[in-house]
């Protein structure tokens, strides 16, 4: 079975971005969350989180 990325329908803060990687990966959302605040506070992370909860597609279950 093939293991695919999709935003979170359970651990959803705001697109339920963080918690489909944290799911993707095996991860506790909250630590996908504190790295993305931190990519947030370096970078252009705010539009990355933006592009990707486009891109990426909700959980269809």
């Not at 695919?4 to 799911?23: A, D, F, H, P, T």
């Amino acid at each position: 079975m093939e293991k695919k990325l999709y935003r979170s329908n359970r651990n959803k803060m705001i697109c339920g971005v963080c918690g489909g990687l944290g799911e993707y990966f095996n991860i506790d959302p909250t630590i996908i969350r504190l790295l993305w605040a931190l990519f947030i506070c370096t970078s252009a992370g705010i539009l990355a989180y933006i592009i990707a909860a486009i891109i990426v597609p909700v959980n269809p279950s």
